[in-house]
């Protein structure tokens, strides 16, 4: 729920008051520089924009624990699903700008920069990046009875049975659709896509067959591949996973050149002071370096972040420019 404030009118006396201390340049200019030093002097929230339990949430959880010992106050996870992640984002964008809420965004939300005509935040300008805390690859599955068991293989197939190939998503945009549209562009064969409400639903019918292929985290199906009830065929990223290093990239298996890759980074409301930003930039990327989070990290399926605020506002609008032309290649379009 949002927070509701009243106005009320000053009486006279109240309102000389008000004056006096308007006027008052030592109070002004002392109370932004007196809040960077008091950061933090209560609990943070932390914005999930997705359902508990999910890549994101986990990853979340994770980062949230280490940073609330830290900075020796609470984080609370707050989940704001909806939207591929804009309802919980534009709850961000909202917010106070003073340090207690922050927002960790995925991939998507350099895609939906481009693939939403109409967001109710500006992706840039509403936000002031903190700290990248971690890439990764997505993982190929397959249903473990489909026959293609290469990406080459696959290639034939749909080339000999154009359209008749299906691949789930996570929804229309989402890195889990438009990674395959790369896939499908860059290999020069037709599949045809199935949306779906989430990555769970999803997996579900790629293990049942109802859909024959997935582009998932690692996190989310390393542990389906290791008990056989999907097949592994590819990663998306340009070098091998950590976490899976037999499993080839789409490059090595025959598309050559292909990368893309997820990411996970938080943000803050926009004119946070840069003192605050600072401050939670090195708190984060401390913890993204500690070696126990670096081997959950890449347990996980994801590569260690880190980087100053600076470098990741810039890798945003470096994502952004790379996801837009994904998504012109794919034709996708919300509104």
Known sequence: MYARFSRQI???SSFF???MVASAPSISTAQPADAVIKFPDRA???IVPFPPGAANDTLARAVGQQ????LRQSIVIDNRAGAGGIVGTAVAAQSAADGYTIVLVPATHAINATLNAKLPYNTIDDFS??????????LLVVTPTFPPKTVGDLIALAKARPGQINYGSAGIGNATHLIAELMKSMANINLTHVPYKGGTPALVDVMSGRVQMYFGTISATKSLVQTGKVRALAVSSSKRSSAMPKVPTLSEAGIT?????????ILSPAKVPV?????????IDSIVRKPE??????????????????EFSQFIKDEIAKWGEIVRISGAQNY
């Open 275 to 283: 003192g605050i930003v600072r401050k939670l930039n090195k708190d």
């Open 67 to 70: 940073l609330a010992a830290s």
């Open 129 to 138: 990046p903190v700290a990248l805390v971690a890439t990764g690859a997505y």
């Open 10 to 12: 000053p009486s006279v």
């Open 293 to 310: 989070m670096q081997e959950w990290l890449t347990a996980q399926g994801f590569e260690p972040g880190g980087g100053s605020s600076e």
């Open 257 to 265: 050149g292909f990368a893309a890759t997820g990411w996970w980074g």
């Open 44 to 46: 943070l929230r932390f």
């Open 17 to 19: 008051m008000l004056l």
